[in-house]
């Protein structure tokens, strides 16, 4: 159980680093390639509908990675993968 939280608290650290360090090094000319990203799911302008006439259910779904968060998610799972 204990493995678990800090399997899920390297991933989260990660991933919010990694947006934070995106974020600032989009405004960085020699380091704008790190705030790169790309949205993956359902449009959000678009997302899948069920009408069930009494009943409408909307689905969506959408994730944006940039190129610094998978580096710092690689990094936090060695980081892990270390520490175990």
């Known amino acids: 159980m204990k493995k678990q939280f800090l399997f899920l608290f390297y991933l989260l650290a990660g991933i919010i680093i990694g947006s934070l360090l995106g974020s600032v ?41 940039s190129v610094a968060q998978i580096i710092t998610i690689a990094l936090a799972m060695y980081i892990y993968g270390k520490t175990r």
Do not use: H
Not at 37 to 46: A, D, K, Q, V, Y
């Open 25 to 65: 090094c989009r405004g960085i000319p020699s380091l704008s390639w790190l705030g790169y990203s790309n949205t993956i799911g359902f449009s959000p302008s678009s997302p899948a509908v069920l009408d069930l006439i009494v009943v409408r259910i909307t689905f969506g779904f959408a994730m944006s990675v």
